[in-house]
């Protein structure tokens, strides 16, 4: 069993779609993280949590709706989402967020069609 | 601004051969992290190994070993002995200060040829 893990791998979905990625960790971590991963681009930090409070939206859209019910439970809930969206989202914890070293998961390959 | 350069897109070595990735960083800090991680086909990102910007001894873990140059901004990483395992996306990042956010490079693609 991998220390961070995501749900679904794949995910395809239209543009009046509303979905819910789901990210889990195993490590004891108090701090979770989503970054977007596309092709040409560094990796983008969207959102951070820790201790279940939300510590940082990097000027992501509205469309993008995180939830941390949990130190170990994070989600991305996706409505109305344009195909410029399309990327692999990748979720990834750590001891708390004043230490960088990150763990992660595999990610989640969303198209938007 | 803090930024990360990998200039080499692609690289490709023989299997059991060493091969040295490149990495350059801007920043003033003067206390920071870097760090080298490694993506494979399975897309899950995997950190190789990690530098504390205050030590001076290069670090290594078991075949990977960095050339950190303070002076420089430069943290290269050596592969020894390379096995097919080891192709993957292999990612620089920094973290400085207060800010702990993770600053990441593009990216070399590394091929390990058999």
């Known amino acids: 069993e991998t220390g961070v893990t995501q749900t679904p791998r794949h995910l395809v979905m239209g543009m009046t779609n509303k979905k819910s990625l789901k990210c889990e960790q195993h490590?004891?971590?108090?701090?979770m993280y989503w970054y977007k991963q596309s092709a040409k681009k560094p990796l983008e930090l969207m959102f951070v949590?820790?201790?279940?409070?939300?510590?940082e939206n990097n000027s992501v859209p509205s469309r993008f709706s995180p939830e941390c019910p949990n130190s170990s439970h994070l989600f991305l809930h996706l409505h109305t989402l344009q195909p410029e969206d399309s990327a692999l989202y990748l979720c990834?914890?750590?001891?708390?967020?004043?230490?960088?070293?990150?763990?992660f998961g595999q990610g989640t390959r969303l198209t938007v069609v | 601004a803090q930024t990360v350069t990998q200039s080499q897109p692609e690289m490709s070595v023989q299997e059991a051969e060493t091969v040295t990735l490149s990495c350059t960083y801007d920043?003033?800090?003067?206390?920071?992290?870097l760090f080298w991680y490694k993506q494979p086909p399975s897309r899950q990102m995997i950190l190789v190994i990690r530098?504390?910007?205050?030590k001076q001894q290069n670090a290594t873990e078991n075949r990977f070993s960095v050339n950190f140059q303070k002076a420089a901004k430069s943290f290269s990483l050596k592969i020894s002995d390379s096995q097919l395992g080891d192709t993957a996306m292999y990612f620089c990042?920094?973290?400085?200060?207060?800010?702990?956010?993770?600053?990441w490079g593009l990216g070399t693609s590394l091929a390990v040829n058999p």
């Open positions: 530098q504390e910007a205050y």
């Open positions: 990834a914890s750590s001891q708390s967020d004043r230490i960088p070293e990150a763990f």
């Open positions: 490590l004891g971590h108090n701090a």
């Open positions: 920043t003033s800090e003067n206390n920071y992290y």
């Open positions: 990042a920094f973290c400085a200060g207060n800010n702990r956010k993770l600053i």
């Open positions: 949590y820790n201790f279940k409070e939300q510590t």
